[in-house]
């Protein structure tokens, strides 16, 4: 009898212990299962999307189009940039930091008076018209959230130089009539150059302060300043630009920390033009095999 209820005992226990072991598993698989979940959950949250709305926004690129110029994208259908492809090898996402990637590299895909190639944005303050502008008077903002992502370098193993943002002047059709320009083209009021680390800001001068205000809608009037280099060095590291227009004044901002003032005769004869911003990356070199990538999370214009 006492053997038997060891016999009972035993197989109770084993029943128990399986019983136990079956229910830990479940849980365990359940566990597992949640863990997979989350963690996909997890890596959902990782996709990130750049801060810029392109519908008032055209881009050029360094591809030829048909008629063997460079390819300009306007609206509607630079929205469509990550399934153009047209597009995508020079402008896309990388969705693991949430910025766009502007690619360039010197080809025959050149614009009007430059040698350069680009993939650049240009502003567009009616979807797919060039024709409105701003003037200084009316005045503009844009801010951008950027960093150089990669640049190769020449044969004097400095980096590569970038214009990475522009304000570009134009004249109107009726002054383009005026001085029996073929197109409307006037010169950069503003450019600001990625070059070896560092921010670097160009503006234009008058060449004769007495010039008539016909004179001055020619480019020839028109010359280099000295230029200008912030001191904070921000290599490849993410950095803040803005850039402040007001009647006869310019203000550009490095990282809200550091400032270049411009307000002077230049800038106050420079209110005959119209303008437009212009953002991404302006490449400055024609050697073989140079290149550049410039990454934006944020931009933004307001006028």
Do not use: C
């Amino acid at each position: 009898m006492k053997h038997f209820r060891k016999e009972i005992i035993a197989v109770l226990l084993i029943v128990f212990l399986t019983a136990n072991t079956t229910s830990q598993t479940k849980r365990s698989s359940v566990a597992d299962s949640d863990t997979k979940v989350e963690n996909k959950k997890k890596k959902r949250k990782k996709v990130k999307l750049p801060e810029i709305d392109l519908s008032h926004w055209s881009v050029t690129t360094p591809e030829l189009n048909e008629k063997g110029r460079a390819t300009n994208i306007e609206p509607p259908a630079i929205l469509n940039y990550a399934t153009d492809q047209r597009l995508i090898p020079y402008m896309y996402n990388d969705s693991t930091i949430g910025a766009l990637v502007f690619y360039a590299f010197p080809s025959a895909a050149t614009t009007a008076n430059t040698k350069y190639s680009r993939t650049e944005l240009r502003e567009q303050m009616v979807p797919g018209d060039n024709n409105v502008n701003w003037t200084f008077k009316q005045g503009g903002y844009m801010k951008g959230k950027l960093a150089m992502q990669e640049v190769s370098k020449g044969s004097d193993g400095k980096y590569h130089k970038v214009i990475i943002m522009q304000i570009h002047g134009r004249l109107t059709n009726e002054q383009r009539d005026f001085i029996g320009q073929k197109d409307n083209n006037a010169p950069p009021i503003l450019k600001i150059y990625w070059q070896d680390g560092k921010i670097r800001v160009k503006t234009k001068v008058l060449k004769d302060l007495n010039a008539t205000n016909t004179e001055i809608l020619h480019e020839e009037a028109w010359d280099d300043d000295e230029g200008f280099s912030f001191e904070q060095k921000v290599d490849f590291n993410k950095f803040t630009l803005e850039v402040k227009v007001s009647e006869g004044k310019m203000v550009v901002i490095l990282n809200n920390n550091e400032y270049a003032v411009y307000e002077n005769i230049h800038m106050k004869r420079w209110g005959v033009f119209e303008n437009y911003f212009k953002a991404g990356n302006y490449f400055q070199s024609r050697d073989k095999g140079a290149f550049a990538k410039v990454k934006y999370y944020e931009l933004k214009v307001e006028h």
